[in-house]
């Protein structure tokens, strides 16, 4: 289940957000893209997801190309993601929320109950609220919501957009954690976005920094903890940074 | 003026504008369920409807074979005419409905075209259609034949309960109920309440949008249609341009309630139609149309998110 992404570009009407980037996810791997705003991090896995079309290169799916595949259809395949700013349906229970999460599967009667469990062992909050509206969690349950949901639909690669945006640090710790839980006990594959570069390096195993469309270094996770530059640019540590 | 029929027939004109509304209310759902997706006013609606009223003709002279002196239908037989004579309205304003949105919306959709281009093309669908339904009538009234003797099964304060009235009353009610449910408990429901809270969500949790589309106009067609099917029971008449004004009337009570939240278009319509009756007695029925301007403006003026507008994300849950 590799994904693969090629040579990518993307437009934003005239405005090219993604100059022929390469990025490749592999089975297990949890792998992260950092960089600043507008580098193009949400539009690179907004293209993943199909919700902006590719206009050169491709993106392949377990050697399936999938760059002109409709949205709905690659969340079957086993794509999902947890969007930038949560994306919950506010009016809707979290059960409804969840629910949702497994729209496409036709089957699911059966195993909603299972997936249902398996989302509130990870998050016994989210039970506790399974009858509130979703636009009346807080910020945290709200994340926690937007990935449970994504979990739902039993991805195989998982994308999580900024999943630490506008949480406080004791959250944000919390919700890292559950994400290597994520990786490590269901064995899902993760792609993350971040703009907390010190979290997402220490919980990835690889990463790719981007800058104004284009991939600017690629290694071991733990690698660029120690990299001068990303410290500087990144992390805010590094040697030129006071 | 005479406003001393407010008192003295108050119950009469209260089971004639609620019957009335509940027809308002059954076009509004066709208005407020489209609007709840894409946030466009479907104007050709008026047109779903008008279509709705021909397939009533056609499909109750043929059932009866037109024989104007034949026996009266009974029993049985009278509801099973009638229920059949519905669910070719039904069909018929669905399926001209789901045409529309694939002739004149998806296209233009598709190209990410604005807004506008949309409700322009919505105007000439509209247009369209009244004008097809003239050329093929020429342009004359329509009648379909009385199935249902309009008998009274009682008063109560001075209320006449028509036999056609109740039926309006019980019949609205039902498919009003039924799209409450189907919406806020089905699978398919829940997809059209995601895409009208957000369609890239919608889309990130694998529902196909064309799909959750098509069925929001052919649930929106039916309502309307069934809306044709008791407007021709209680009026008998239909005509190409009659769309226009039931039309306005039920854009009316959508807005008034609150356009895309449901509820609001079963308190619209129902509040628009007692209104219209109301007035109608005092200042006399040719005041009727200028009664729903007035709401219409006032309502965008005053309170633009309608009366339930602040609830509609609430009415959602």
């Known amino acids: 289940m590799r994904l693969e992404i090629k040579d990518l570009h993307v437009f ?78 506010p009016g809707m229970s979290v059960l409804e929320n969840l629910e949702i999460g497994k729209y496409f599967r036709k089957d699911r009667k059966h195993e909603m109950k299972e997936d249902l469990e398996k989302v509130y062992h990870l998050f016994p909050r989210l039970k506790e609220r399974a009858f509130q509206a979703g636009g009346t969690l807080s910020g945290g349950e709200q994340q926690m919501l937007a990935i449970g949901r994504a979990l739902m639909a039993r991805p195989k690669v998982l994308l999580l957009d900024e999943p630490s945006m506008g949480l406080a640090p004791m959250m944000i710790a919390n919700i890292f954690k559950i994400i290597t839980e994520i990786n490590t006990e269901l064995g899902t594959t993760i792609l993350l976005v971040e703009q907390n570069a010190q979290q997402a390096l220490q919980r990835a195993h690889r990463a790719y920094v981007l800058e104004t469309g284009h991939v600017v270094k690629e290694a071991k996770a733990s690698d660029l903890l120690n990299d001068p530059d990303v410290r500087a640019a990144y992390l805010g540590t590094g040697a030129g940074a006071h | 003026m005479n406003f001393s029929v407010l008192t003295s027939q108050f119950w009469s004109l209260m089971l004639s504008g609620i019957s009335l509304g509940l027809i308002y209310v059954l076009i509004a759902l066709g208005y407020t369920m489209v609007y709840g997706v894409l946030r466009l006013i479907n104007f050709a609606n008026s047109e779903i409807f008008m279509v709705g009223t021909f397939a009533v003709v056609f499909a109750e002279t043929g059932l009866t074979g037109n024989a104007l002196d034949s026996e009266p239908l009974k029993g049985i037989q009278l509801i099973l005419t009638l229920g059949l004579a519905m669910l070719i309205a039904m069909a018929a304003s669905g399926f001209t409905a789901v045409m529309v949105e694939i002739l004149a919306y998806r296209r233009l959709r598709a190209r990410g075209s604005n807004r506008l281009a949309s409700l322009i093309s919505a105007i000439g669908m509209s247009i369209a259609l009244s004008e097809a339904a003239s050329v093929l009538t020429h342009a004359r009234p329509q009648s379909n034949p009385r199935l249902l003797e309009k008998t009274s099964l009682g008063e109560i304060a001075g209320a006449n309960f028509r036999v056609d009235t109740v039926l309006v009353l019980v019949a609205a009610i039902v498919m009003f109920l039924l799209l409450d449910r189907f919406v806020n408990k089905t699978r398919v429901g829940i997809a059209i309440r995601a895409v009208s809270m957000s369609e890239e969500n919608a889309k990130l949790m ?38 226009f004004s039931l039309g306005l009337a039920a854009f009316t009570a959508a807005v008034l309630g609150g356009i895309g939240n449901l509820r609001g278009a079963f308190w619209g319509g129902i509040t628009l139609g007692i209104l219209e009756t109301m007035s109608a007695a005092v200042l006399g029925s040719q005041w009727k149309a200028v009664t729903v301007f007035v709401v219409l403006v006032l309502v965008l003026l005053v309170r633009p998110n309608g009366l339930f507008g602040e609830a509609v994300q609430q009415a959602r849950a």
Do not use: W
């Open chain 1, 12 to 89: 934003y009407g005239k405005i090219e957000a993604i100059k022929g980037i390469s990025v490749v996810v592999n089975p297990g791997e949890i792998v992260t893209l950092i960089g600043a705003n507008g580098a193009g991090k949400t539009t690179t896995l907004k293209t993943i997801s199909g919700l902006r079309p590719v206009a050169s290169g491709s993106i392949t799916f377990d050697g399936q190309d999938i760059s002109k595949m409709p949205a709905h259809d690659r969340v079957a395949l086993g794509i999902s993601q947890a969007p930038e700013g949560r994306g919950i349906f």
């Open chain 2, 206 to 243: 694998g529902v196909n949008l064309n799909r959750v589309i098509s069925v929001t106009f052919l649930v929106g067609g039916i309502m309307t249609g069934a809306a044709a099917f008791l407007f021709m029971t209680v009026y008998e008449t239909t005509k190409f341009n009659v769309g």
